[in-house]
């Protein structure tokens, strides 16, 4: 199996592999086992609570508003202003 | 009011970032279903992250995550899928997020109904309800310029 990596990745890897007295390939190995371990610990524990990443600039300095469409319900253009609230830090 | 290309419910090839490089859109293009349009921006859009990788098939669904199952994904004509409400994204829209834009469907793969999106909304909420954080990242900030690479 062959893997490309960004020279740089590739340097910081090695790095710290040595400072770990790892082999590159043992320190690759635990960081994916370490994914693989956290994804099904998610996926067991429901109990809890699971960041949700937000990709959008915080704190938002201004209202977010839905733009409704026009076979939008009112209870739907609502929700939907509540999760822009709530996501954005504008809720109350 | 400035309608956007991306109607809400649009299942739409998007480059969703990742969360390494949170400035920039993510290498390749996924499909990622459109949730709220923003009307007081440039008609940024709120997407929701989907992939087509099975879950677990014994494990349970944890909250802010609905499973499409072959059943419902065949009658909206797609393969099984998961739709992941607790990574989500505004994003502005342009053909550098959403690489289908300027083709003659804006990238948009379906629309789905109403009744779908009534289940995104519920799965929406419920990722929020459970929410201890919201871990931001912000492709939108100004501090996010094109080419820079944030600080790990």
């Known amino acids: 199996m062959t893997i490309r990596l960004d020279q740089e990745v590739l340097n910081q890897a090695r790095f710290y592999a040595e400072s770990e007295n790892r082999t590159l390939t043992n320190y690759i190995e635990t960081l994916i086992k370490m994914d693989i371990n956290a994804k099904q610990a998610r996926v067991r524990d429901l109990s809890r609570d699971t960041p949700v990443k937000v990709f959008i600039a915080e704190p938002m300095t201004r209202r977010l508003i839905t733009n409704p469409r026009a076979n939008n319900t009112h209870e739907e253009v609502t929700s939907r202003q509540e999760y822009l609230d709530m996501i954005s830090g504008w809720a109350k | ?152």
């Not at chain 2, 065949?74 to 994204?89: H, N, Y």
């Not at chain 2, 083709?103 to 201890?132: C, M, N, W, Y």
Request: charged fraction near 15%.
């Open chain 2, 1 to 152: 009011m400035t309608q956007s290309l991306l109607p809400v419910g649009a299942f739409v090839w998007c480059r969703l970032p990742m969360s390494e490089n949170p400035c920039n859109p993510g290498p390749k293009d996924h499909l990622h279903l459109v949730y709220v349009e923003d009307s007081t921006d440039d008609g940024s859009v709120l997407t929701i992250y989907t992939t087509s990788a099975i879950w677990e098939p014994k494990a349970r669904t944890p909250i802010g995550v609905l499973v499409v199952t072959s059943e419902l994904a065949s009658a909206m004509g797609q393969k099984p899928f998961v739709l992941d409400a607790t990574r989500i994204a505004l994003l502005p829209v342009t053909s550098e997020w959403f690489p289908g834009l300027a083709e003659p469907g804006h990238g948009i793969v379906l629309i789905a109904d109403e009744s779908f999106q009534k289940k995104v909304t519920s799965t929406a909420h419920a990722a929020l309800s459970r929410a201890s954080n919201l871990e931001y990242f912000a492709p939108k900030a100004p501090s996010c310029q094109p080419g820079l690479t944030p600080p790990g």
